[in-house]
């Protein structure tokens, strides 16, 4: 029996062996026959590599249970190696061996499945980007940025512009700066980090 999902989108596959013909002058087609209908529904398949695939859409509105036949065209001669029952609702179905022989050219079904086609999704979440400061740092060090930080934005448009690219592009921090600054700032090649350590020496200096 031919088991398959009525609300999701699957493929029958089956292996099919041809005698006496080449595969790419095959064609191949699924029939539902619904168990008290007159109308048969066909759905039109592929045989690639000795493997035959058809496409079941879903929502198919007809009856739950009915008859299922696999047709083969091969020289223009109609085969129907396989057929029995369908039901639905079931995702996967599975044929023992079943085939035919003829002293013409012969399809054989080695065996059948329904492979379902589901959608892949991948769910990405941004990170949240780091801020300029360590996390932990003590409210002494917080402050003493701030404080540094004001000092410079007060600074005139022109004064800042002056010891950015003459004073800080060329200020190579002592040790003692650099060793303050990887403590509180998470980098210190941006600007903020350099103005506190050049800050930090100034401060140094003026207590000496």
Known sequence: MLKFNKSKKQTFECKVEI???DYTK???????????DSKHIFFEGKIEGGTCKVVIPEGLEIARSGNVIL???VDNTLFTPWHSTYEMLVESVKVNEVSMKKNEPTVKVIEEKIAEQKPK????IPQKPKGILKE???PKNKRRVEEFVASYK??????????????????KP???ARTWAQSVFN????????VCMYAIESEVKRKK
């Open 174 to 176: 002592s040790k003692v």
């Open 187 to 194: 980098e210190t090649t941006s600007l903020i980090p350099k």
């Open 154 to 171: 007060k600074l005139g448009v022109k004064d800042r512009t002056f010891l950015r690219e003459n004073v800080l592009a060329k200020h």
């Open 136 to 138: 932990g740092i003590s």
């Open 19 to 21: 005698e006496g013909a």
């Open 71 to 73: 047709e083969v065209v």
């Open 26 to 36: 095959t064609r191949s087609r699924l029939i539902l026959s619904p168990t008290g």
């Open 121 to 124: 999704v991948t769910v990405t």
